[in-house]
Structures are given as structure tokens and as C-alpha cells.
């Protein structure tokens, strides 16, 4: 059982920095994927990066030129630079790590509060 413990989040004006942390509780090997995942009120749960096997990257639209989703395989810790925020990035983030292999085994961070001000 892998254990995702998401920080960095809090309260930042619009156009602002942050960057969200999420470190894995042993080391991740053979093919997975992580992401991070953002929950606004009252909305789904939606993808906002992804990164496999520590290389390739997917970015959602509305967050490409801004975020930055990168993988450090020697501290387990992935990170999501997020910079020129906007009040609509305002959401519970969360960490989550797939394993793939014949099945995939999916596991997720408690996640974390992003709050934008305008």
C-alpha cells in the first residue's frame, strides 16, 4: 500500500505562485502515471496534470503555459509549480499515483486547499 501526502497548498492572490507538493511513502518502480487532480464546490473531480514514468507530461487546457507538473524519482516527490494563478484554480487538489501493469491499482493524497483571491 502506497501512502501520497500532498503540501504546499493555501490562500494566494490572483496572478500568484504556488507550488504543491506530493511525496510517496516508498519508491515508485516499474510503469505508472501521476497526476494531480483538482475538485472545485459543487463541480467533478478533473484532471489538471499528469506525468508517466517520471518523463512524459499531459497538461489540461486550461492550465498549460502555467502549471508545471515534474517527478523527483530520488526524494519520490512529485511537484506542481503553478504560477499566474486565477480565482477559478481555486479547488481541493489532489495527488494520485497509478500502477500499471495487467491491472491498474490507483491510489490518492487526502488532498489539498488551493484558494485563489481576485
Known amino acids: 500500500q502506497v501512502q501520497l501526502v500532498e503540501s504546499g497548498g493555501g490562500l494566494v492572490q490572483s496572478g500568484g505562485s504556488l507550488r504543491l507538493s506530493c511525496v510517496a511513502s516508498?519508491?515508485?518502480?516499474?510503469?505508472?502515471?501521476m497526476g494531480w487532480y483538482r475538485q472545485a464546490p459543487g463541480k467533478q473531480r478533473e484532471m489538471v496534470a499528469t506525468?508517466?514514468?517520471?518523463?512524459?507530461?499531459v497538461y489540461a487546457d486550461s492550465v498549460k503555459g502555467r502549471f508545471t507538473i515534474t517527478k523527483d524519482n530520488a526524494r519520490n516527490t512529485m511537484y506542481l509549480q503553478m504560477n499566474s494563478l486565477k480565482p477559478e484554480d481555486t479547488a481541493v487538489y489532489y495527488c494520485?499515483?497509478?500502477?500499471?501493469?495487467?491491472?491498474?491499482?490507483?491510489?490518492w493524497g487526502q488532498g489539498i486547499q488551493v484558494t485563489v483571491s481576485s
Open positions: 494520485k499515483l497509478q500502477i500499471v501493469t495487467l491491472a491498474l491499482t490507483d491510489y
Open positions: 516508498q519508491t515508485i518502480t516499474g510503469n505508472h502515471v
Open positions: 506525468i508517466y514514468n517520471g518523463r512524459s507530461t
